[in-house]
Each structure stands twice: as structure tokens, then as C-alpha cells.
Nanobody
């Protein structure tokens, strides 16, 4: 069984930065795809970014603007999301997720069987 625990969320002013972490346990996820999703109040869960076991990234349109960077450290079984130039619209609960295969479906939350509880990110002045 895979357990995922997110950390690094908090309150930040617009234009600020945060680095989220997702620590995995229960299994080595070196071959697993891992992803970040977020859910704002009243909205559906949306894809942010994903990364293959070998480090190939996949970004949503918003992340492709260069504000977000996904990475992973397989030795630590941990994934990261560096978020810069944060905007109030980025306010959401950010969840990490993992699945055993990599592909275009890595953007789809329904393809991920393992999820963390989430970490709150609030961007406000």
C-alpha cells in the first residue's frame, strides 16, 4: 500500500513562492508516475503537473506559463512542486497522487489510485 503525505502549504502574498513536497511510503515509487492536482472551493479537481519515474514532466496550461516546476528525488521517494509568482487564483488544496504507469492519461485524476490528504495553499494579501 502506498501512503502519500503533502507538506509545504501555507499563506503567501501574491507574487510569492511556495515549495510543496509529497513524501511517499509503503513502496518505492521510482517507476511510478506522480502528479499534483488542486481543488478550489466549489470547483472540480484540476491537473497541475505530473512527472514520470525518470523525471519527464507534464504540465497543465497554467503551469506551462513557467510559474510551476515539478521535480522528484527518487532516493528520498519524494516529489516537489515549486510554485512562483503565485496569484490569488492559485488558492486551493493541493493533492499529490501516484500511479504505476506513465502516459498521456497522467493528466487525469481518475487514473490515480493513490492520493494524499492535501495541503492548503492560500494566496492573499
Amino acid at each position: 500500500q502506498v501512503q502519500l503525505v503533502e507538506s509545504g502549504g501555507g499563506l503567501v502574498q501574491p507574487g510569492g513562492s511556495l515549495r510543496l513536497s509529497c513524501a511517499a511510503s509503503g513502496r518505492t515509487l521510482v517507476r511510478y508516475a506522480m502528479g499534483w492536482f488542486r481543488q478550489a472551493p466549489g470547483k472540480e479537481r484540476e491537473f497541475v503537473a505530473a512527472i514520470s519515474g525518470s523525471g519527464n514532466p507534464l504540465y497543465s496550461t497554467d503551469s506551462e506559463k513557467g510559474r510551476f516546476t515539478i521535480s522528484r528525488d527518487n532516493a528520498k521517494n519524494t516529489m516537489y512542486l515549486q510554485m512562483n509568482s503565485l496569484e490569488p487564483e492559485d488558492t486551493a488544496i493541493y493533492h499529490c497522487a501516484a500511479k504505476s504507469t506513465w502516459g498521456p492519461d497522467s493528466m487525469l485524476p481518475e487514473e490515480y489510485p493513490y492520493w494524499g490528504q492535501g495541503t492548503q495553499v492560500t494566496v492573499s494579501s
